[in-house]
């Protein structure tokens, strides 16, 4: 483009900037939509009603995009919603915008405020998918409805895929629709997803918040335990039962962490670009890994959030034995969930847990594994991530570091490496380590401001599809 070009759409930018009514509709919608309970309880376990007036309220809330000529709607596997945005330059290369509309359950106790209330309280709205993942959900929607209210007609096609079971699969929702735009031959220049965030407090002597794009995500191995023994009657029990076994393999296989990996990765780099934030003499450490590589894995293995960023992490998330008080059990079953380091394979996984296991007694089934996702492109090339990098900065001003990371968490993202190998999981989000416990936990929040701007981020984000050059290249390269 020449330098007129680019000056007249520069002057046809529509500003981020919404009235006090648009503001208070914004918010409105997002209450609604976490009134709406679309919980996935567990692999074929849906809220089908919440899930299907859910696709309603999208409707009503967001007209424009549903009556826009050059947006195709389409529900995918029922509840799932593909959106079509038709730009107006058939030579650039689309993108996908990716969200999810399904949340984990909310038990009512322990919640300040009940979780699919959307109520709001001291300028925060609490519920049930505020973070987790409705906010984007709808701040994708609010900002194209504003756009488009504004005529704004965007010259990059794009897609917004909106899942309905990423919390227990994406088989039904993500994997779907990107089977259908692989039939359609689409190849997508770059997606956005959810999974990392603006990091705050999560590195004590670090004063600014940093973000993080993550350029990959996590494996994971659900592995089925289970050990079967006579049963018989509980006056006189054997030796050992097949609780007793399974309990003592859950507890060797927390006792052992799975080795930590702290290498080369995505974390590296970002570690390196924090360096000269921290003060002396935590930045000469890092700037000196080739030195002090023992010593910051050791470090980062000291607390819970970061060790899941250096190691395949180890979780018994379900135990269960027993039929009767008197009966000594017949059979008892656990199931773990690992999350795989980028550096490891669900094979080296196995193999690993087989010999901390050490008991034949112990039966393993894989009831479901993939391998880490690749890693991104986060080079000076990269045209998808350079461009969330630009808008973070535009948006953010306050935060000077934007680096590469890894998600320690599963994203729908992943069943789209069939379309793309430009996979960014960012939310234009602050999160501090209180909002992270409260990521599938209690009192899930997020506050009216932050809202707003997640908004203003995908307004602009949306623009900066089509207007965004790269990097300046070097004066070498003219
Ligand atoms: C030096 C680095 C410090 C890093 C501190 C990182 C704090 C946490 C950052 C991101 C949170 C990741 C959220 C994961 C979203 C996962 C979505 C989800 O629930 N998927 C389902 C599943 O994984 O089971
Ligand atoms: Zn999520
Ligand atoms: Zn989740």
Redesign the pocket.
């Given at each position: 483009m020449n330098l007129q070009g680019k000056e007249s759409q520069e002057a046809s930018r529509i500003p981020s900037q919404f009235s006090s009514q648009e503001r208070v509709a914004m918010k409105e919608a997002l209450k609604d939509a976490i009134k709406i309970p679309t919980v996935s309880f567990g692999p074929e376990e849906f809220n089908t009603t919440a899930l299907a007036e859910f696709g309603e309220f999208i409707q009503k809330a967001f007209p424009t995009v549903f009556k826009t000529s050059f947006i195709q709607h389409e529900a995918v596997g029922s509840y799932s919603h593909l959106f079509t945005v038709r730009g107006s330059d058939p030579s650039l290369q689309p993108y996908l915008l990716m969200a999810h509309i399904d949340v984990?359950p909310a038990p009512q106790e322990g919640w300040e405020v009940p979780p699919f209330s959307g109520l709001e309280r001291d300028g925060f709205i609490y519920g049930r998918g505020t973070l987790?993942?409705k906010n984007s959900v709808m701040a994708i929607l609010q900002a194209l409805e504003l756009l488009l209210v504004r005529n704004y007609v965007p010259r990059r096609s794009f897609y917004i895929a909106l899942g309905h079971d990423?919390?227990v699969s994406g088989k039904y929702g993500a994997q779907k629709i990107s089977a259908l735009l692989q039939s359609r031959g689409v190849q997508l220049a770059f997606l956005v997803d959810?999974?990392?965030?603006i990091?705050d407090g999560?590195?004590p002597s670090l004063k600014n918040p940093f973000a993080?794009i993550a350029v990959s995500e996590k494996g994971s191995i659900n592995l089925n335990l289970q050990v079967n023994m006579a049963p018989g009657h509980s006056s006189a029990p054997p030796e050992e039962t097949s609780i007793g076994i399974l309990a003592a393999a859950v507890s060797r296989l927390e006792q052992s962490p799975l080795p930590n990996m702290f290498g080369d990765g995505p974390?590296k780099t970002?570690?390196q670009l924090l360096a000269n934030e921290l003060p002396f003499p935590t930045n000469i450490v890092l700037n000196n890994l080739w030195l002090f590589r023992p010593l910051v894995s050791r470090l980062?293995e000291r607390n819970y959030?970061?060790n899941a960023?250096v190691r395949t992490t180890t979780a018994a998330t379900m135990f269960n034995a027993g039929i009767k008080a008197n009966v000594i059990p017949p059979m008892a079953q656990a199931t773990i969930n690992f999350r795989i380091h980028p550096a490891q394979t669900v094979q080296e996984v196995l193999e690993l847990v087989k010999k901390i296991l050490a008991d034949d007694r112990v039966q393993m089934h894989v009831t479901g594994a993939f391998d880490p996702l690749p890693i991104s492109p986060s080079d000076e090339q990269a045209f998808g991530y350079q461009l969330l990098r630009h808008t973070i900065q535009s948006i953010f001003p306050e935060v000077n570091i934007v680096g590469p990371?890894i998600?320690?968490?599963?994203?729908d993202s992943r069943h789209y490496t069939n379309l793309t190998s430009n996979i960014y999981r960012f939310n234009p989000v602050y999160?501090n380590p209180q909002d992270?416990s409260s990521?599938?936990g209690l009192n899930e929040k997020i506050s009216v401001q932050a809202y707003h701007t997640q908004v203003k981020f995908m307004f602009e984000l949306i623009q900066d599809a089509d207007t965004y050059q790269g990097p300046v290249p070097h004066l070498h390269e003219l």
């Amino acid at each position: 483009m020449n330098l007129q070009g680019k000056e007249s759409q520069e002057a046809s930018r529509i500003p981020s900037q919404f009235s006090s009514q648009e503001r208070v509709a914004m918010k409105e919608a997002l209450k609604d939509a976490i009134k709406i309970p679309t919980v996935s309880f567990g692999p074929e376990e849906f809220n089908t009603t919440a899930l299907a007036e859910f696709g309603e309220f999208i409707q009503k809330a967001f007209p424009t995009v549903f009556k826009t000529s050059f947006i195709q709607h389409e529900a995918v596997g029922s509840y799932s919603h593909l959106f079509t945005v038709r730009g107006s330059d058939p030579s650039l290369q689309p993108y996908l915008l990716m969200a999810h509309i399904d949340v984990v359950p909310a038990p009512q106790e322990g919640w300040e405020v009940p979780p699919f209330s959307g109520l709001e309280r001291d300028g925060f709205i609490y519920g049930r998918g505020t973070l987790d993942n409705k906010n984007s959900v709808m701040a994708i929607l609010q900002a194209l409805e504003l756009l488009l209210v504004r005529n704004y007609v965007p010259r990059r096609s794009f897609y917004i895929a909106l899942g309905h079971d990423e919390e227990v699969s994406g088989k039904y929702g993500a994997q779907k629709i990107s089977a259908l735009l692989q039939s359609r031959g689409v190849q997508l220049a770059f997606l956005v997803d959810e999974g990392s965030f603006i990091l705050d407090g999560f590195i004590p002597s670090l004063k600014n918040p940093f973000a993080i794009i993550a350029v990959s995500e996590k494996g994971s191995i659900n592995l089925n335990l289970q050990v079967n023994m006579a049963p018989g009657h509980s006056s006189a029990p054997p030796e050992e039962t097949s609780i007793g076994i399974l309990a003592a393999a859950v507890s060797r296989l927390e006792q052992s962490p799975l080795p930590n990996m702290f290498g080369d990765g995505p974390l590296k780099t970002t570690l390196q670009l924090l360096a000269n934030e921290l003060p002396f003499p935590t930045n000469i450490v890092l700037n000196n890994l080739w030195l002090f590589r023992p010593l910051v894995s050791r470090l980062l293995e000291r607390n819970y959030i970061t060790n899941a960023f250096v190691r395949t992490t180890t979780a018994a998330t379900m135990f269960n034995a027993g039929i009767k008080a008197n009966v000594i059990p017949p059979m008892a079953q656990a199931t773990i969930n690992f999350r795989i380091h980028p550096a490891q394979t669900v094979q080296e996984v196995l193999e690993l847990v087989k010999k901390i296991l050490a008991d034949d007694r112990v039966q393993m089934h894989v009831t479901g594994a993939f391998d880490p996702l690749p890693i991104s492109p986060s080079d000076e090339q990269a045209f998808g991530y350079q461009l969330l990098r630009h808008t973070i900065q535009s948006i953010f001003p306050e935060v000077n570091i934007v680096g590469p990371g890894i998600c320690i968490g599963n994203t729908d993202s992943r069943h789209y490496t069939n379309l793309t190998s430009n996979i960014y999981r960012f939310n234009p989000v602050y999160l501090n380590p209180q909002d992270f416990s409260s990521i599938h936990g209690l009192n899930e929040k997020i506050s009216v401001q932050a809202y707003h701007t997640q908004v203003k981020f995908m307004f602009e984000l949306i623009q900066d599809a089509d207007t965004y050059q790269g990097p300046v290249p070097h004066l070498h390269e003219l």
